[in-house]
């Protein structure tokens, strides 16, 4: 026999070890090399690229048609549990970048944002540095149109980028913990909100669900458009606003786990 011929001891069975732990380590590792393979922000593709992406699913193929009829682009965000938040920054600074108005007004909530976290309770040595490069970020859009690739380049560096969605869950976090009275009825599980925020809003890589997306946006002032694809029987992808009645400025599409934005036509 050859001594060329080399053993993986990575897959060798050991006596004691739990199996269900190693295939669930594997199974994260496989996925964290997938994800770490896509942009944290990807580059505007045609819709159409989303019904190649179900060519033999005739379910998702409907919705992805009835998509098309009021969207025409879709910008894929890396699936790594930030995506909403992620795509909420990135769509909403993007369209600030034409609306130098609604802009200034945004500038001015994000650099007092700071000061009504710490009265909320927050450390201020914990928020300087993320609160810094957030209006960083936010400074750069003051430049209009012409900032749009140096914005595009700062939300797939991930140092900028993680730093936007890090100050983007604390007021998340914040908004929920001022209306704390309200935001119970909505949590399971006995948690307190407090509990709910160091668990489920705070930590990076934590999934977004509706009530992440009702308290940034309302936090922000800032109407959210989601497209909910999945699979049920109607061939419409049902949308829903937050805050309800909001003029809308940020569409998102949610496939189960994971955000990307859209971009609607002009008549959508």
Not at 37 to 58: F, H, Q, R, T, V
Not at 112 to 121: A, H, Q, V, Y
Not at 123 to 132: I, N, V
Request: hydrophobic content about 35%; proline content about 3%.
């Amino acid at each position: 026999m050859s001594d060329c011929a080399e053993t993986d001891e990575s897959n060798k069975y050991v006596p004691g070890e739990n199996q269900d732990d190693l295939i669930l380590q594997q199974h994260r590792k496989i996925e964290q090399e997938i994800s770490e393979s896509i942009a944290l922000i990807g580059n505007k593709e045609a819709l159409s690229s989303l019904e190649n992406e179900y060519s033999d699913d005739d379910i998702y193929r409907q919705k992805v048609q009835d998509l098309s009829n009021k969207y025409k682009s879709v910008r894929r965000t890396r699936p790594d549990g930030n995506c909403f938040f992620r795509a909420f920054a990135f769509a909403y600074l993007e369209s600030l970048l034409d609306n130098q108005q609604d802009y200034a007004k945004f500038k001015e909530t994000a650099s007092s944002s700071k000061d009504w976290l710490i009265n909320l309770g927050f450390p201020q040595f914990t928020l300087e540095d993320f609160h810094d490069t957030f209006m960083e970020v936010v400074n750069v859009v003051g430049n209009g149109p012409s900032a749009c690739d140096e914005l595009y380049k700062l939300f797939n560096n991930q140092g900028y980028s993680d730093y936007v969605v890090v100050y983007l869950r604390l007021i998340a976090s914040g908004q929920l913990q001022k209306e704390s009275e309200f935001y119970q009825n909505f949590i399971e599980g006995g948690r307190s909100v407090v509990d709910f925020c160091h668990q489920e809003v705070e930590p990076m890589f934590k999934e977004s669900d509706h009530i992440h997306i009702i308290a940034l946006s309302s936090a922000l002032n800032v109407g959210v458009r989601v497209r909910y694809m999945d699979r049920g029987d109607s061939a419409e992808v049902i949308a829903h606003d937050f805050p309800e009645g909001s003029k809308v400025t940020v569409h998102l599409l949610y496939r189960p786990g994971h955000y990307d934005i859209l971009y609607p036509t002009t008549s959508s």
